[in-house]
């Protein structure tokens, strides 16, 4: 299938300009403990208009899929046949967590029903379909090592089945400050604020994000294509894109993988660790093969003597592999194909 | 996309009416209903529920909605005899669910709140508590795993996917279905949202006043025809077809004109290549909320015409949330098989506004095909056409 638009909601903005911009621009420290999406990055009145109630999961969600709605320039005409196919790891926890304040403050008899509603894990993909006027196939699932790869996998198989005809397939994941407790008690945090995602330890360094990343994905042609995405493996790649980012625990499988000469990128750092990063990396992979251009890695730690792609500039990638490995020595890879 | 029918090789369901198949029938041919207090956990409200009694009991390190979805599994791979030939096949596993996707533990919370430094005790439950994840863990399966959380409908929509899967030949056979407990955070969120009756619920009648929660697991087991037939194993059960469709319309309420519901059937009905008319019975979602059943009985009444059979079986069971569809594909089949439904428990009374009236008596059924409906938060709306063949 075709990425004809794509979306991104993160700690450096909103839009493919500002992940472009990030991209080149490098790595930059969190401005706290973690990379989190700035408040004013979710004020925008004209999308956000009849979703004041939505909490910022929702908002995350809905600008991102909305952005990668209006990237793809394919218009109203084609929601007809739009499904919606969002994923995540820990759905909207920050609501989650305000609802149990409510039942430990006030009693169960006394919670808000508002805070009940949003924090149920479809209520983002409901907010995307009323915000569109999307009346497809609406579907949000759940994983935590490869959420992404699940969503992209259904995605492939509702066209094939011809549900729809467009999908708008895409991840969230928040970090709150319960979720940056639970993170600091089982994972490694940099202390920097650097992911080094070629270090490969078996202890490795974490520093959590959070955003969203959405994709409009279609079988046909589109005049906006940045490129063709397959949830699976297909051949040998120009490039690996990995996902290493310190959430998933022993990182010394990634040396597995990699192949003599064949260039290597991560831009975990960018984006911060999430167990969604792959969409994120997708998106960074996507624009490498519609601009033709490689971006540095922000950072540059290569224990290992990677070939890594320290600079930034024209490059001729016909198919990058972006890899995640899970907690038990598996692997899932997407392949994005010029 | 391959073609070629989806069978149904196996089956199993635990809930408050039955913790397998025989008890659940013999539950529905006497109208017994379940009902009883909160006893799971506390709480000040007082709205009855359907709980599963008798667990084994949960040892504390897992989720009580995994012993429920375990149960199902299990019944559900003797039924299809596939226990000991999992390595065989490419075997996917697809479980909606709502209350196990959350951390939402009121003590973990409690004690961060107050120490800001809590046990991570619950957390890890959470974390083994991936129903998809933990059911392919304990089965030892290795093909897709994936957890639809698509609200109320998410067992449905799980038997949709698995669906996806085995016509895109992404697996050979796929464990599907819905699990969730009864849990203090739904209980007190449908009670804020006015939601839940104080009495047992009436669902399609004229005073229904809510819903009752309850809990429980339903889990089929599909697969390629021609693989099931290979293996020996023989079934006259068939998915045809499965519709979803968005209302985009509001967070909590249904759209009133049910047009989201119509496409979801039609689109269900389209890919079993049946008409209205050979749809023998609907298992309709039937909450016994108001919105949902004006909604839904008017959408049936003008898509299947007033002769329809319908029920709600959550009468028997409550609104099992993210399980409700699984469980409710299982007694769709059954009922096929059987050649029976039961009353649709809490009616007596019509009401003119919906305009059509569930089945009042254990009625018989001859035909080949039934349809099973969801409705969910967020505007979702999912149909599965069974056959029987």
Known sequence: ?338 | MQSGNVVISGMGVISACGKNIRETLDTFASGRRNISKVTLFETKLKYPVFEVKGLSGSDGESMRTLELVFTAVKQALEDSGLEDKLNDFRIGVCLGTTVASQLNDTDFYNEYKNTGNASLRSVERYLKGNLAEAVQDKIGASGLACTVVNACSSGTDAIGVGLSWLRADLCDIVICGGADELNRVPLAGFGSLGAMSDSLCKPFDKERSGLNLGEGAGVIVIEKEEICRKRGKKTELFIKGYGLAADAYHLTAPRPDGTGLEAALARAMDEAGIKPSQAVFVNAHGTATPDNDLVEGKVLSRVFGMGLKFLSTKGYTGHTLGAAGGIEAVFTAVGLREGWIPQSAGFRKADDEIGISPVTQKTAISGQYAISTSLAFGGNNSAIVIAKG
């Open chain 1, 1 to 338: 299938m075709n990425i004809a638009g794509m979306g991104v909601v993160f700690n450096r903005g909103r839009g493919v300009q500002s992940l472009e911009k990030a991209l080149k621009e490098g790595w930059v420290p969190p401005g706290d403990s973690t990379y989190s999406v700035p408040a004013d990055t979710l004020k925008d009145k004209s999308v956000l208009k009849e979703m004041r109630r939505a909490d910022d999961f929702s908002k995350m969600a809905c600008l991102a899929a909305y952005d990668a709605f209006t990237d793809s320039g394919l218009g109203n005409g084609v929601k007809s046949s739009l499904g919606i196919i969002l994923t995540t790891a820990f759905g909207p926890h920050v609501t989650t967590f305000r609802f149990l304040d409510d039942i430990l403050n006030y009693g169960d008899d006394n919670v808000s029903p508002t805070t009940f509603s949003h924090s149920v894990h479809n209520a983002a993909a409901s907010y995307i379909a009323f915000m569109l006027g999307a009346r497809g196939p609406t579907l949000t699932v759940t994983q935590f090592v490869y959420s992404f790869h699940q969503a992209l996998i259904i995605a492939q198989a509702w066209l094939l089945e011809r549900r729809c005809e467009y999908i708008l397939v895409g991840s969230v994941d928040q970090c709150g400050t319960v979720m940056e407790y639970i993170c600091r008690q089982k994972l490694h945090l940099a202390e920097d604020g650097k992911i080094k995602p070629f270090a490969f330890s078996q202890t490795p360094c974490a520093v959590p994000g959070e955003g969203s990343a959405f994709f409009l994905v279609t079988e046909g042609k589109t005049e906006k294509h940045y490129c063709s995405v397959l949830a699976q493996a297909v051949g040998t790649p120009d490039m690996y894109l990995l996902d290493s980012d310190g959430m998933v625990g022993d990182e010394r499988c990634y040396l597995k993988i990699i192949k003599g000469g064949i260039p290597v990128t991560s831009y975990t750092p960018i984006f911060g660790s999430m167990l969604t990063v792959t969409s994120f990396s997708c998106a960074a992979g996507a624009l490498m093969l519609k601009n033709q251009q490689s971006y540095a890695v922000p950072v540059q730690d290569n224990p290992h003597g990677l070939n890594l792609c320290r600079m930034q500039g024209s490059a001729a990638i016909k198919n990058i592999s972006c890899v995640r490995y899970g907690c038990k020595n598996d692997r899932l890879e997407i392949f994005l194909k010029q």
